[in-house]
Nanobody
Framework: QVQLVESGGGLVQAGGSLRLSCAFSGGTFSNYAMAWFRQAPGKEDEWLAA????????YYADFVEGRFTISRDNAKNTVYLQMNSLKPEDTAVYHCAAEEGVGVRRGMGYPHWGQGTRVIVSS
């Protein structure tokens, strides 16, 4: 059974950086496309970025504007989200998600989700 555990969230000042990690277990990590989402208070889940299985081609939501970078380390069964130039509106719970298969889903529909890690950006 696939399990995802996020870490790396916390309190950061506007303009700062954080790197989130998501540890994967219960399957062959390199066969899974991975994604990051966030849910701000009172809002729906929002897709941020995804990375393909294998070679790791990355895709981003337009509003990320080059501030966020998704990457994966298949040897460590971990996917990362580097977040730079953080803004108060980035405050949210950040979730990683996984889907086994040949494609990369740029939006909702991933079958496996972690519990999330909270990011608070102060102004």
């Amino acid at each position: 059974q696939v399990q995802l555990v996020e870490s790396g969230g916390g309190l950061v000042q506007a303009g700062g950086s954080l790197r989130l990690s998501c540890a994967f277990s219960g399957g062959t990590f390199s066969n899974y496309a991975m994604a990051w989402f966030r849910q701000a208070p009172g809002k729906e889940d929002e897709w941020l970025a995804a990375i393909s299985w294998g070679a790791g081609v990355a895709y981003y939501a337009d509003f990320v504007e080059g501030r966020f970078t998704i990457s994966r380390d298949n040897a460590k069964n971990t996917v990362y989200l580097q977040m730079n130039s953080l803004k108060p509106e980035d405050t949210a719970v950040y979730h990683c998600a996984a889907e086994e298969g040949v494609g990369v889903r740029r939006g909702m529909g991933y079958p496996h989700w972690g519990q999330g890690t909270r990011v608070i950006v102060s102004s």
